[in-house]
Nanobody, 122 residues
Framework: GHLVESGGGSVQAGGSLRLSCTAS????????MGWFRQASGKKREGVAG???????IYIDSVKGRFTVSKDSAKNTLSLQMNNLKPEDTAMYYC?????????????????WGQGTQVTVSS
């Protein structure tokens, strides 16, 4: 599988960014896509994704600010990030995971791209 992210950048707190991801070589029917991030010196953190039923899952810290969406026909995934905060600063990765019922999280079974940097200044 091959995933390519784009759309990162630097913004001030309160600003917005939209990340995009294009996947190829992966069977969309058996995999669930989402986004994780990793800040410098911190553990990987699943941000948002789709479960096996097509429902969205978000971590609490981004609820109401981030929206994940997908276009299954084009095998693309997006993450609209509004009201960004300095603590959102991280490398963001698009990932394609095995579907796991009513949950979604990044794992070693996933495929992910090279990442795109998001930097939010106060």
């Amino acid at each position: 599988g091959h995933l390519v992210e784009s759309g990162g950048g630097s913004v001030q707190a309160g600003g917005s960014l939209r990340l995009s991801c294009t996947a190829s070589g992966l069977s969309a029917s058996s995999r669930c896509m989402g986004w994780f991030r990793q800040a410098s010196g911190k553990k990987r953190e699943g941000v948002a994704g789709f479960d096996a039923h097509g429902s969205t899952i978000y971590i609490d810290s981004v609820k109401g600010r981030f929206t994940v969406s997908k276009d299954s026909a084009k095998n693309t995934l997006s993450l609209q990030m509004n009201n960004l905060k300095p603590e959102d600063t991280a490398m963001y990765y698009c990932t394609s995971e095995p579907c796991r019922g009513r949950t979604w999280y990044p794992s070693i079974a996933g495929y992910w791209g090279q990442g795109t940097q998001v930097t939010v200044s106060s």
